[in-house]
């Protein structure tokens, strides 16, 4: 083993263990140890356990800082109960989860859909169940969690294709494609570890195509970059798949076989000619010939993707039309193949398996579906469960400001920086009767809090997570929480139990995930006891304790009624708000590698906040030469909905009339939360800005971006 770093803390009763842990961070789902010397902890790698996703426990900037957070002096040790706003006074257990009860229970009964419940991609699928099913018992679907915000239309697109929304492959099958076409997904920063397997891939001879606004790290490594415009995907896929069915070079046979709606396909991408598509993308036609017919003639193709594909007022039709881009070509169900959307944090998959969604009981079973109500009527030892889908994360917001939500309660999610138009949602949450925040810091969205809870950090307790690849791990804690934080399941459960609900009497975290095993068809054989076992996880669905997990889905089959995949004829629609002489620029936002989120966990390194101190807005060089703004000045981003300001960066990696900012640091209160009418997810990625210079330099040091 390889050690990363010593850190002292107080630790738990497993001295001198090697204890397995799995990353906080991205979806990757990297494994690594932690193991306990005296009152230190040694972050080391897990080169020992075979078929891990991180293979020979490598793990990225982040990962190697994944214990900083957990001894910060700002850590949340006691419950809180606010004086004022962003003013609290601390309180006992007892007095915070009666308070906590009384007021849900009675919001619930006057009208239960005045309540509202975010959940976390950041914390155990055990703990998500039970939110969701909290939300439920007390009679409403108000329930989301941030995949709302990255990938809801990948799940709704997907499902409306191939019958299910998640990755359809594995990493492996990454490694072993010889075409990746990458969409909107700087792949190489956000998640380095599985970037790894394109670059395995790339030292066979696959081709390697970006499709990005930017050029970015991943760019870099490109046979083809298609630099397309912000909000133009449609349009993009449209041309490749004109292209290939004009030349013929679709899988002729699954098409015919396993496919639905080739005709009608064929009738939209008619137009989308590759001089056509270059007016609407930028990109020229020459390139988006020669990507289609490297893809098409490749033998084993994946498409990979992330928020520069999912964050559009189009994101259902987005991914629908690259997943018919695949389907044409016959690269789903086999090996080398495959549709592989890459979540952003750790356990996204899993919330959105657990139900924590305004429209589905955990394994996507319809709330709608009489027979599925009655059974968890009967499962969780209940008179009624609502039949009526609840309201998503930006849909509540703008409830809330219309008096329709009085009741919130925010499981370690941070709205107030991660929501689109997040000048909005701070604006409703001081409108808001009561608030409950369930986090490890006092976040910006806990300062609208009216109770504070503090939860255990995710390394301070244990419990199951899923990764992008619908592999399911067990993590373990490596020490105690700090002064009286609690595990996020433990809170939830005294909560429901204080309530009165008869079935929340967990006595320990892995009663919940049998529970799960029952209700859960694709979880049904991941018990713990496998979990623990087998360290390198489980691949849902897993029906049985005699199943090995499926690694490849299709094979034989789609989950459609028909058990075909449902080919999507789409034309392309601008977005949802385009450049004018008032806003200018299309303004679209990015990660950087070594922050995290909202910077909950990663702003607490001082390693990672040295190297990727602030944001810098990237504009392209030709539009700063026009507006006299120079490297390194002060600038303002206006859009209709807020202002921002921070640092220049000019730079060629944006086209001309893009300005690209990382989001972290509160971008979003210029984006816009305009919604898709099926996924509701918001259109970040492309909006209308202009950019004015303030003046001011930062040291060239800072200028590392």
């Known amino acids: 083993m390889h050690i990363v770093k010593t850190y002292v803390h107080e630790v738990s009763a497993l001295k001198g263990e090697l204890i397995p842990i799995v990353c906080p961070y991205c979806g990757v789902g990297c494994r690594a140890y932690v193991k306990v010397r005296g009152n230190q902890l040694n972050l080391e790698y897990a080169t020992d356990i075979e078929n891990i996703p991180n293979e020979k426990g490598k793990l990225c900037p982040k990962g190697n800082t994944i214990l900083d957070h957990l001894s910060d002096p700002e850590r949340l040790k006691k419950p809180l109960k606010a004086v004022e706003e962003g003013k609290f006074k601390e309180i006992s257990w007892n007095k915070a989860v009666k308070e906590v009860a009384e007021r849900l229970k009675e919001i619930a009964k006057d009208d239960p859909n005045q309540l509202m419940f975010l959940g976390s991609a950041r914390t155990f699928n055990e703990p998500n169940y039970l939110l969701q099913k909290l939300a439920r018992m007390l009679g409403t679907n108000n329930v989301d969690h941030c995949a709302r915000l990255c990938h809801a239309s990948t799940i709704t697109g997907l499902v409306s294709t191939f019958g299910a929304g998640a990755m359809t492959n594995t990493y492996k099958d990454i490694e072993q494609a010889n075409c990746i076409i990458i969409w909107g997904h700087n792949y190489a920063e956000t998640h380095p570890v599985g970037f790894k397997y394109v670059l395995k891939a790339k030292e066979r001879g696959a081709k390697i195509i970006v499709v990005d606004p930017r050029l970015t790290r991943t760019a870099w490594f490109a046979d083809i970059h298609l630099q397309h415009y912000p909000g133009t995907d449609i349009a993009l ?9 004009k030349k013929g070079l679709y899988d002729k046979k699954f098409v015919m076989e396993r496919t639905t709606g080739f005709n009608e396909l064929v009738k939209v991408v008619e137009k989308y000619t590759p001089q056509y598509v270059e007016k609407i993308t930028g990109v020229p036609a020459m390139l988006i010939e020669e990507a289609a017919i490297t893809f098409a003639t490749a033998g084993k193709g994946v498409i990979t993707w992330a928020m520069g594909l999912t964050q559009s007022v189009h994101g259902h039709d987005n991914v629908r039309a690259v997943a018919t881009l695949l389907a044409i070509c016959g690269y789903i169900g086999r090996e080398g193949c495959g549709a592989s959307p890459m979540r952003g944090q750790n356990n996204v998959q899993g919330a959105c398996d657990m139900g924590v969604l305004p429209d589905v009981f955990p394994g996507y079973q319809k709330i709608t579906d009489l027979e599925k109500l009655e059974f968890f009527k009967k499962f969780w030892k209940v008179d009624y469960l609502s039949d009526e889908p609840g309201l998503t994360v930006i849909e509540a917001s703008y409830a809330i400001s219309k008096g329709k939500i009085k009741g919130y309660y925010v499981m370690g999610e941070n709205p107030v920086i991660s929501d689109a138009n997040s000048n909005h949602v701070i604006k409703a949450l001081r409108k808001l009767e009561f608030m409950v925040v369930q986090d490890i810091f006092l976040t910006e969205t806990a300062q609208f809090a009216d109770i504070i809870l503090p939860a255990a950090a995710m390394l301070e307790n244990e419990g199951s997570l899923t990764n992008t690849e619908r592999r399911v791990q067990w993590s373990f804690a490596v020490k105690k929480p700090p002064g009286d934080a609690k595990p996020d399941w433990w809170i939830i459960s005294e909560i429901g139990r204080t309530i009165g609900l008869g079935s929340f009497n967990y006595l320990k975290v892995e009663d919940i995930l049998r529970e799960i095993n029952q209700c859960t068809p694709q979880y049904g054989g991941i018990t713990p006891e496998r979990l623990k076992e087998k ?10 304790e005699n199943h090995p997990g499926t690694k490849i889905l299709y094979r034989e089959r789609f989950l459609t009624q028909d058990e075909k995949a449902h080919l999507a004829a789409v034309e392309h629609k601008p977005p949802a708000e385009l450049p004018n002489d008032e806003y200018p620029f299309i303004l679209t936002t990015h990660r950087y590698v070594g922050q995290y989120h909202t910077l909950t966990m990663s702003g607490k390194s001082p390693s990672l906040a040295k190297r990727w101190s602030e944001p810098l807005a990237e504009i392209h060089p030709e539009d700063a030469a026009k507006l006299g703004i120079k ?13 921002y300001i921070c640092k220049a960066l000019v730079t060629r990696r944006v086209k001309k009339g893009v300005i690209a900012v990382p989001w972290h640091w509160g971008a979003n209160v ?36």
Request: aromatic share 2%.
């Open 670 to 705: 210029l984006t816009n939360d305009t919604l898709d009418p099926i996924s509701k997810i918001p259109d970040t990625k492309a909006c209308a800005c202009n950019i004015f210079k303030i003046g001011g330099e930062i040291n060239e040091e800072s200028t590392l971006h």
């Open 631 to 643: 490297n390194k000045d002060l600038v303002k981003l206006v859009t209709r909905r807020g202002e």
């Open 535 to 544: 360290l390198a996880g489980i691949h849902w669905p897993c029906p049985n």
């Open 237 to 245: 896929a449209n041309g490749l798949m004109h292209v290939i069915i």
